[in-house]
């Protein structure tokens, strides 16, 4: 079955970079994505990668996926204290059934 | 364009009362997903609707919960009764049909006291 893995609790200095990891189990998983939630909302879509990519960057964002070790991350360039919240990584089915599993959130703080 | 909208916001209930949680998807996005949400954990599907039939309720406690979304667009999340161990969560998400973007509601908190 489906099981996404974070560690719960990253703190990192404003300015610096941060680098979440997440480890998921199903090799079949087709697309693995990054969601930001900020405390009382919902979650919001940051990023995805398709399970054919090493990498994908997108402005101050950058994932890498080692799909032999089933082993995500995602690397905050210069962050900002607006950057603080819960970070999810899920990882997704393709097909019609479209299962998305989602681990359960480091929560970034960013210190001034 | 307006994104997921959900109410009510906060909910507060003593244990053994029925409540209901409301959904609008996005305008044009024909699956709709409801999700609970623990404090501390990620969100865990409950039911997912293709249009107005529920693909996929393996994980929905029919014992006591029900939903619905009987024109394909609104849905509604009922629990009758409510226990304590419901207090959580109850996030609404949407997408468009072969698109892999969900974009989630801001969830409505629901305490059973």
């Known amino acids: 079955g489906e099981d996404v893995e974070q560690s719960l609790f990253l703190s990192v200095r404003e300015g610096d970079s941060s680098v979440i990891n997440c480890t998921y189990t199903?090799?079949?998983?087709?697309?693995l994505y990054w969601y930001k939630q900020e405390p009382g909302a919902g979650l919001q879509l940051l990023t995805y990668?398709?399970?054919?990519?090493d990498m994908k960057q997108d402005q101050r964002l950058t994932v890498l996926l080692n799909k032999k070790d089933k082993h995500l991350s995602l690397r905050i360039a210069d962050t900002q204290t607006g950057d603080s919240a819960i970070y999810f990584c899920?990882?997704?089915?393709?097909?019609?059934?479209?299962?998305?599993?989602f681990g359960t959130g480091t929560k970034l703080q960013v210190i001034p | 364009e307006a994104g997921v909208v959900q109410s009510p916001r906060y909910k507060i209930i003593e244990k053994k009362q029925p409540v209901a949680f409301w959904c609008n998807p996005i305008?044009?996005?024909?699956?709709l997903y409801w999700y609970l949400q623990n404090l501390g954990q990620g969100p865990e599907l409950l039911i997912r609707?293709?249009?107005?039939?529920?693909?996929?309720d393996s994980q929905l406690p029919k014992d006591r919960f029900s939903a619905e979304r009987l024109k394909g667009v609104d849905s509604t999340l009922k629990i009758q009764p409510a226990e304590l161990g419901d207090s959580a969560v109850y996030l609404c998400?949407?997408?468009?049909?072969?698109?892999?973007?969900?974009?989630f509601g801001p969830g409505t908190r629901l305490t059973v006291t």
């Open positions: 998400a949407s997408k468009q049909t072969g698109s892999y973007e969900q974009y």
């Open positions: 990668i398709f399970s054919n990519m």
């Open positions: 609707y293709e249009n107005e039939e529920a693909v996929d």
């Open positions: 199903d090799s079949s998983s087709t697309y």
């Open positions: 899920a990882e997704g089915l393709s097909g019609g059934y479209q299962k998305v599993t």
């Open positions: 305008s044009g996005h024909n699956t």
